[in-house]
């Protein structure tokens, strides 16, 4: 119970932290947990933020997100992940970008996937009410074996897909897409979800992720799938 009310309080202290510089950075950050007592006892908090600064002809993105489940005194989910990219802009719909991407996982064979990458972004569809942005590129991966600690080093290529639609003036559905492809472990990542505005500042929101890796050791599933019930709480 410590550490949720620990995560939790680091979460807000982020939350806080943007919106105190809102007048540069916009953004979104999501807070959703579980709290059961009785016969089963379960505590899982999630939280996620991404922000976002441009200074033409530059945007800059950061992003983290935390997933922390204990049942019975067990912890059964432990995951965190911080992401940063840049982006330089070479037209109203096209731009180079680089990316970092960093996720810690207690419950995969790796015990960290660090990926640095760069390339060239397209804005497909960019109005008010839909949006649809694709990026592709290469970049470089290392990786630890949980078991073992074996380091292994990858070269990637890197694919991601970003679509949101407004349906309403309140609800906004959303898919993101990412894929990490190498010759020892390709990453999938896929998120799904769909946020209904309660105010001009808060939504609710419901998201399904999944996350894949296709080289795990025997007995591990390849596959782990997450969803979500969240507090969204948006800033400008």
């Known amino acids: 119970m410590r550490r949720i009310v620990m995560l939790t309080g680091l979460a807000s202290g982020l939350l806080a932290a943007g919106a105190a510089t ?23 908090f999630n939280a996620n933020l991404d922000v976002a600064t441009t200074v033409d002809p530059w945007t800059h993105k950061l992003g983290a997100s935390i997933l922390h489940t204990v049942n019975d005194d067990i912890t059964s989910a432990d995951r965190w992940e911080a992401r940063a990219e840049t982006n330089y802009a070479l037209t ?18 790796f015990s960290y996937q660090a990926t640095l990458a760069g390339g060239y972004g397209y804005k497909f569809i960019n109005t008010e009410a839909t949006k649809l942005e694709g990026q592709i590129g290469v970049g470089y991966r290392k990786a630890e074996l949980q078991l073992t600690g074996e380091s292994q080093d990858d070269a ?16 906004l559905v959303y898919e993101r897409f990412l894929v990490e492809a190498g010759d020892k472990n390709t990453y999938l990542q896929n998120a ?43 800033f400008k």
């Not at 990637?156 to 609800?171: F, M």
């Open 22 to 44: 809102a007048a540069d950075w916009s953004g979104k950050g999501t807070l959703g947990g579980v709290l059961a007592r009785g016969n089963t006892e379960t505590e899982t």
């Open 156 to 171: 990637i290529l890197r694919g991601a897909v970003s679509y949101e639609h407004h349906l309403t003036g309140t609800t």
């Open 92 to 109: 109203e719909r096209s731009y180079l970008f680089g990316t970092l991407r960093y996720e810690d996982d207690a419950f995969t064979d």
């Open 192 to 234: 799904l979800g769909i946020e209904v505005k309660i105010n001009d500042t808060f939504a609710l929101g419901l998201d399904y992720q999944v996350r894949h890796n296709t080289d795990v050791l025997p007995g591990t599933e390849e596959t782990d799938q997450v969803v979500t019930a969240n507090l969204v709480y948006g």
